[in-house]
């Protein structure tokens, strides 16, 4: 059974304090996880105000549409004006 993961690398704007950081990061958590029914969680860069690692994982019978899903995911992160998407990981076990 295929296994999706996705790794983000964000740069946030005009997140000064880690309650700015994670009051933003937590309500796109919890969009992201119900629209796209996959888990997701902070990964990294817990204590940078500016910056955030994002992990979220897809299981699926089909390899290809846990692919396409998390292509998804990264097109709705890439279009947001609170965060620039630096880079990601993604990968299909």
Same mark, same amino acid.
């Given at each position: 059974?295929?296994? $999706?993961?996705?790794? +983000?690398?964000?740069?946030?704007? =005009?997140? !000064?304090?880690?309650? $700015?950081?994670? /009051?933003?990061?937590?309500?796109?958590?919890?969009? %992201?996880? &119900?629209?796209? *029914?996959?888990?997701?969680?902070?990964? =990294?860069?817990? #204590? *940078?105000?500016? &910056?955030?690692?994002? $992990?979220?994982?897809? %299981?699926? *019978? #089909? $390899?290809?549409? /846990? #692919?396409? +899903?998390? !292509?998804?995911? %990264?097109?709705? %992160?890439?279009?947001?004006? #609170?965060?620039? +998407?630096? =880079?990601?990981?993604?990968?299909?076990?």
């Amino acid at each position: 059974m295929p296994v $999706g993961i996705l790794r +983000v690398y964000l740069r946030l704007y =005009g997140a !000064q304090t880690l309650k $700015g950081k994670r /009051s933003v990061l937590e309500g796109l958590l919890v969009r %992201l996880r &119900r629209e796209f *029914n996959v888990s997701a969680a902070e990964l =990294g860069e817990l #204590d *940078n105000p500016e &910056r955030a690692v994002l $992990g979220f994982a897809h %299981l699926s *019978n #089909d $390899g290809a549409y /846990s #692919d396409g +899903v998390l !292509q998804r995911i %990264l097109e709705r %992160l890439e279009g947001s004006r #609170d965060f620039c +998407v630096e =880079g990601h990981e993604m990968e299909v076990l």
